[in-house]
């Protein structure tokens, strides 16, 4: 069966990539990439501008148009690409809005929190860089940026991350309710890159049952730096859960080059995947 070079998982600077729209699908076609899915985290607003760029650089790529929400399971937060929607239905871009204050709001308590710890100048920062959602990599550029760490890893590390000194939960959209958004939308709800949340195999397994049962369609099963025997592991849920597989680079930054546009492991040819399903 041919399969095309696609990369259904990938970041602007709506969200926390760094690459504008327009950047971002020169360098897909650069790369061969022949279909790409712009999954901004909780945004649409850069489909818009990509789709432009490719009609006016007549680029030979074809724009899934997507998203990648934070939503609320029972086992803690995650993260579901919305492939192939239609960024037009009222009731997601009602939902995508409200993710975005949440987000915001969210921001504002990690900088009052960092500055009760002498770690200044945080919002301000935001205030001026974020071009429109505000996320934890914005925060730890910040913290980069300001000189309080030395890296984003730092900053994760010190900060941000699962054992930071500064957690504040968000009331994210819960998966089900997401789920009935992306299918209202139209599109297929795929659960993102399962082994990179803080939980252990057998929460992860119990997340994806959860998602199965809310009428998740698919599950990433290639993505940069997944093992090869947590790969395996993957097929045989997805097999057992009788879910499409989907793939995707997640791409953010163009300097690292082994999360660049299509770059992964192709996806065994016999599973079923959602390319099939656009
Ligand atoms: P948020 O959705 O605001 O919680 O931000 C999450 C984003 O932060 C993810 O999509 C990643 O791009 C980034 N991120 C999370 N953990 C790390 C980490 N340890 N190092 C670098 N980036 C990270
Ligand atoms: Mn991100
Ligand atoms: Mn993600
Ligand atoms: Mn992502």
């Keep these: 069966m041919l399969i095309i070079k696609y990369d259904f998982h990938s970041h602007t600077d709506y969200s926390d990539g760094v690459l504008t729209p327009t950047e971002l699908v020169n360098r897909a076609a650069e790369r061969q990439v022949k279909m790409l899915a712009i999954s901004d985290h909780d945004s649409i607003s850069g489909l818009y501008e990509a789709e432009q760029a490719i009609q006016t650089n007549q ?119 997401a789920i009935n958004l992306i299918h209202q939308a139209g599109g297929l709800a795929i659960l993102a890159h399962p082994t990179r949340y803080p939980m252990s195999n057998r929460k992860l397994t119990y997340l994806i049952e959860e998602f199965k049962i809310a009428e998740g369609d698919a599950m990433e099963v290639s993505y940069p730096s997944l093992a090869p025997d947590k790969q395996a592991w993957l097929y045989q849920l997805l097999d057992k859960h009788q879910l499409l597989a989907s793939a995707g680079s997640d791409f953010h930054y163009p300097d690292l080059k082994w999360s660049d546009l299509g770059h992964f492991k192709p996806v065994n040819p016999e599973v079923p995947h959602v390319l099939h399903h656009l």
């Design 59 to 177: 680029l030979e790529l074809k724009l899934v148009n997507s998203i990648e929400l934070s939503v609320k399971s029972d086992f803690g937060e995650v993260h579901i690409v919305g492939l192939n929607i239609n960024p037009e239905e009222v009731t997601l871009v009602e939902a995508i809005s409200r993710q975005q204050t949440l987000r915001w709001t969210r921001a504002k308590q990690i900088a009052d929190k960092l500055e009760s710890l002498n770690v200044t100048g945080v919002f301000e920062y935001l205030q001026s860089n974020c071009r429109q959602v505000v996320t934890r990599s914005h925060i730890a550029r910040s913290l980069v940026e300001l000189k309080h760490v030395k890296d984003m890893q730092q900053a994760f590390k010190k900060y941000l991350g699962k054992k930071g000194r500064v957690k504040v939960a968000a009331e994210w959209i819960e998966m089900s309710d």
